[in-house]
């Protein structure tokens, strides 16, 4: 990994109390949702986001095309 990927990351685990395997592993815990309380863990903004396509299809053509228009 980046250098400062790893920096950023331990600085990140040292704020919360953690170690970077135990953010690690709460995040891929929280992927096979297995542990959905984590979800009140996560940041209000990013909370909110949850499950907001559910019911929709996007796929990569969709995203393709949001990119093309918003940065050509």
Known sequence: ???ALI?????????RG???????GEFFDYLGGSNREAVTALPPVTA???GVLNGHSIDDSAHKKHLREKYL
Request: zero cysteines.
């Open 7 to 15: 920096k950023k990351a331990k600085s990140e685990a040292s704020r």
């Open 48 to 50: 909110s986001l949850l």
């Open 18 to 24: 953690k170690s970077v395997s135990q953010m690690v």
């Open 1 to 3: 990994m980046d250098e």
